[in-house]
């Protein structure tokens, strides 16, 4: 694994490889010693890129990189970039490559933003640098994650069969999202998850997981391990929403004392009220000790990352577009039979009519085909609503005289208007052609948008969608897909909503 970006890339055996990696580097920690694999004629340049505040994160990167006699560059706060004039992500991303950084740690609101510089950096010739990131929005933090699941194997030396609490803003946390990912049924653990309403885990973070929910803090006794989160203040929108949580749960003493003697709490820090000044000192109480595992984990990732920073990670093409030929004719042979249709738009015999459309879709359709430039000064457009149909009960019909639609855009649409056909007339000849919607979904020209306002592709003129499709739709259901950069989960109607 070249990049360091999400923990549901890695598997299984990668995660423990990682975690186990982080042990080994505890003694050089300890004795601030340099390990053999950091002995290296050409250091790599290290790059902190830290667009929202951090102690832990960029304290224990710089730290583990000085451990390592690495050159390091830190950059905090956007204020500290061109960013501040407007520039795009994607170009400031360029600039650190182009000043020799080799691996490169980032932190930004946006989420997507550690996967959309990997791309950015593959797509601009620069093969030979790692990325890592180091939280990005509420979406992932691998790093804390690797340092989280060394903190617990440290300290009840396993990572398997415990009962596991999670307590807070389940909502917004982005460690808490990277940590659970983390375990598989196999693993059998048992979740408690302690949390309002407002900041409840988004279901997609719960499949297959054994988990028990509730608002009251008793569910909490027989935990061998409780993870504190603070609410995540910066990730509220609404302010009257933000003050009904707020202060809503705190671990004191008297609630420390009615759980389990052996309870470990940790917290990824900062930590706000949540934590009660009274059990700070409490030997259960081991956030000190986990932000410390910080140190040898980087060091690892950093490593990690040296070792693999050359490999070659090229973007995945799209999948091939499957299609059907479901009719072919003569155009004098197939007007003659469609003559009732004269009466809704008068029949061309030279460029394409998309039939078959639900009722609404046209228009988005048309916009999707105009963003990408697809018809000129002399092309005739015609959108007919209202169709009778058998099969969608009303229709639209978008007649596009003298266009001919690239097939890459084949994929988008059938994705838009799953029951359409591509009616195309040329050369005296009609071929009616159905095409598959598409395992994944990619856009074209800022089109479609994930509906996450964060998510970096909204944010970067360069930022293209692509979403993969988890759920395809049987009776009663509707498409399900997952954005390739924020990983947030849509359905087909969020999506084609905001075209």
Same mark, same amino acid.
């Not at 029949?347 to 879709?361: E, K, Y």
């Given at each position: 694994?070249?990049?360091i970006?999400?923990?549901?890339?890695?598997?299984?055996?990668?995660?423990?490889?990682?975690?186990?990696?982080?042990?080994?580097?505890?003694?050089?920690?300890?004795?601030?010693?340099?390990?053999?694999?950091?002995?290296?004629?050409?250091?790599?340049?290290?790059?902190?890129?830290?667009?929202?505040?951090?102690?832990?994160?960029?304290?224990?990167?710089?730290? !583990?990189?000085?451990?390592?006699?690495?050159?390091?560059?830190?950059?905090?706060?956007?204020?500290?970039?061109?960013?501040?004039?407007?520039?795009?992500?994607?170009n400031?991303?360029?600039?650190?490559?182009?000043?020799?950084?080799?691996?490169?740690?980032?932190?930004?609101?946006?989420?997507?933003t550690?996967?959309?510089? !990997?791309?950015?950096?593959?797509?601009?010739?620069?093969?030979?640098?790692?990325?890592?990131?180091?939280?990005?929005?509420?979406?992932?933090?691998?790093?804390?994650?690797?340092?989280?699941?060394?903190?617990?194997?440290?300290?009840?030396?396993?990572?398997?069969?415990?009962?596991?609490?999670?307590?807070?803003?389940?909502?917004?946390?982005?460690?808490?999202?990277?940590?659970?990912?983390?375990?598989?049924?196999?693993?059998?653990?048992q979740?408690?998850?302690v949390?309002?309403?407002?900041?409840?885990?988004?279901?997609?973070?719960?499949?297959?997981?054994?988990?028990?929910?509730?608002?009251?803090?008793?569910?909490?006794?027989?935990?061998?391990?409780?993870?504190?989160?603070?609410?995540?203040?910066?990730?509220?929108?609404?302010?009257?929403?933000?003050?009904?949580?707020?202060?809503?749960?705190?671990?004191?003493?008297?609630?420390?004392d009615?759980?389990k003697?052996?309870?470990?709490?940790?917290?990824?820090?900062?930590?706000?009220?949540?934590?009660? !000044?009274?059990?700070?000192?409490?030997?259960?109480?081991?956030?000190?000790?986990q932000?410390?595992?910080?140190?040898?984990?980087?060091?690892?990732?950093?490593?990690?990352?040296?070792?693999?920073?050359?490999?070659?990670?090229?973007?995945?093409?799209?999948?091939?577009?499957?299609?059907?030929?479901?009719?072919?004719?003569?155009?004098?042979?197939?007007?003659t039979?469609?003559?009732?249709?004269?009466?809704?738009?008068r029949?061309?015999?030279?460029?394409?009519?998309?039939?078959?459309?639900?009722?609404?879709?046209?228009d988005?359709?048309?916009?999707?085909?105009?963003?990408?430039?697809?018809?000129?000064?002399?092309?005739?457009?015609?959108?007919?609503?209202?169709?009778?149909?058998?099969?969608?009960?009303?229709?639209?019909?978008?007649?596009?005289?003298?266009?001919?639609?690239?097939?890459?855009?084949?994929?988008?649409?059938?994705?838009?208007?799953?029951?359409?056909?591509?009616?195309?007339?040329?050369?005296?000849?009609?071929?009616?052609?159905?095409?598959?919607?598409?395992?994944?979904?990619?856009?074209?020209?800022?089109?479609?948008?994930?509906?996450?306002?964060?998510?970096?592709?909204?944010?970067?003129?360069?930022?293209?969608?692509?979403?993969?499709?988890?759920?395809?739709?049987?009776?009663?259901?509707?498409?399900?897909l997952?954005?390739?950069?924020?990983?947030?989960?849509?359905?087909?109607?969020?999506?084609?909503?905001?075209?």
């Open positions: 694994m070249k990049h970006i999400s923990i549901n890339d890695f598997k299984k055996e990668e995660i423990d490889e990682i975690v186990n990696g982080g042990a080994e580097m505890i003694p050089y920690v300890n004795k601030k010693t340099l390990p053999p694999a950091a002995v290296l004629k050409d250091k790599p340049k290290v790059c902190l890129l830290f667009l929202e505040p951090s102690t832990r994160t960029l304290g224990s990167y710089e730290e !583990a990189a000085r451990l390592l006699g690495w050159p390091t560059r830190i950059v905090s706060g956007p204020e500290a970039t061109s960013l501040m004039k407007k520039e795009s992500f994607a400031t991303i360029r600039m650190f490559a182009t000043q020799g950084a080799e691996i490169l740690i980032i932190r930004s609101k946006e989420e997507g550690a996967r959309f510089a !990997a791309e950015i950096l593959e797509k601009s010739g620069f093969n030979n640098i790692s990325i890592q990131n180091a939280g990005d929005g509420a979406n992932q933090h691998p790093s804390q994650t690797f340092l989280d699941r060394l903190t617990i194997l440290q300290t009840l030396g396993r990572l398997k069969n415990f009962t596991f609490g999670f307590v807070g803003d389940l909502k917004h946390s982005r460690t808490v999202h990277s940590l659970i990912s983390s375990f598989t049924p196999e693993d059998k653990i979740f408690k998850l949390s309002c309403q407002e900041t409840r885990l988004s279901p997609r973070y719960k499949r297959g997981l054994n988990i028990l929910e509730s608002e009251s803090l008793n569910i909490l006794r027989d935990c061998d391990v409780v993870y504190v989160t603070r609410i995540q203040e910066e990730r509220f929108s609404d302010p009257l929403e933000l003050e009904r949580v707020k202060g809503r749960y705190k671990i004191t003493k008297d609630v420390l009615g759980w003697k052996e309870v470990k709490i940790m917290h990824p820090m900062p930590y706000v009220d949540e934590i009660s !000044a009274e059990i700070r000192s409490d030997p259960r109480v081991i956030i000190d000790k932000a410390w595992y910080g140190i040898p984990t980087r060091m690892n990732l950093l490593l990690w990352g040296n070792e693999h920073r050359f490999e070659k990670t090229l973007i995945p093409k799209m999948p091939e577009l499957k299609k059907e030929i479901i009719k072919e004719a003569e155009i004098d042979q197939y007007l039979s469609r003559k009732k249709e004269e009466k809704y738009f029949p061309i015999r030279n460029g394409t009519v998309l039939d078959h459309l639900p009722f609404g879709t046209g988005k359709i048309k916009k999707c085909l105009q963003t990408n430039k697809i018809f000129k000064q002399n092309n005739v457009i015609h959108n007919i609503e209202r169709i009778p149909s058998q099969k969608l009960g009303i229709k639209d019909i978008l007649v596009l005289e003298n266009v001919f639609i690239p097939e890459h855009l084949f994929g988008l649409i059938s994705f838009i208007a799953p029951q359409i056909t591509f009616n195309i007339l040329k050369d005296n000849k009609i071929r009616k052609i159905k095409a598959i919607v598409p395992e994944e979904i990619s856009g074209v020209n800022s089109l479609p948008r994930c509906p996450n306002n964060l998510c970096i592709t909204n944010y970067d003129p360069e930022g293209i969608t692509k979403f993969k499709i988890l759920q395809f739709p049987k009776s009663g259901e509707n498409f399900l997952r954005c390739n950069h924020c990983e947030r989960e849509f359905t087909r109607e969020e999506i084609i909503k905001i075209i």
